[in-house]
């Protein structure tokens, strides 16, 4: 069994930055992904970026390319994002997730593609 926990969520100002972390317990060595998804009141949960923790690569959702970044510590199986010129529309609650099989890049946003969750770490960003 995974555990993940998020943390570093808060209030920010349009245009400002933030950066959330999720740390991984347990059986990490099974895992091949992490990432993050976020979810809104009364939407759907979405796919915001993952990271391979064998290969490192990278994907993200279009609507945070160039804005966002997500990287890793293996040694601390943590993973972060880093949120920059953030906006109104990324308000939500943020959802670490971690996978137990290979990255597909074609299903990498799908929620079916991961195994473990956090609770999940509120971002609001003030207009």
């Known amino acids: 069994q995974v555990e993940l926990v998020e943390s570093g969520g808060g209030l920010v100002q349009t245009g400002g930055s933030l950066r959330v972390s999720c740390t991984a317990s347990g059986r990490t060595f099974s895992l091949y992904g992490m990432g993050w998804f976020r979810q809104s009141p009364g939407k759907k949960r979405e796919f915001v970026a993952t990271?391979?923790?064998?290969?490192?690569?990278?994907y993200y959702a279009d609507s945070v390319k160039g804005r966002f970044t997500i990287s890793r510590d293996g040694a601390k199986n943590t993973v972060y994002l880093q949120m920059n010129n953030l906006k109104a529309q990324d308000t939500g609650l943020y959802f670490c997730?971690?996978?137990?099989?290979?990255?597909?890049?074609?299903?990498?946003?799908?929620?079916?593609?991961?195994?473990?969750w956090g609770r999940g770490t509120q971002v609001t960003v003030s207009s």
């Open positions: 997730a971690a996978a137990r099989r290979a990255i597909n890049s074609l299903a990498v946003s799908t929620t079916e593609h991961y195994d473990y």
């Open positions: 990271i391979s923790t064998t290969a490192g690569a990278t």
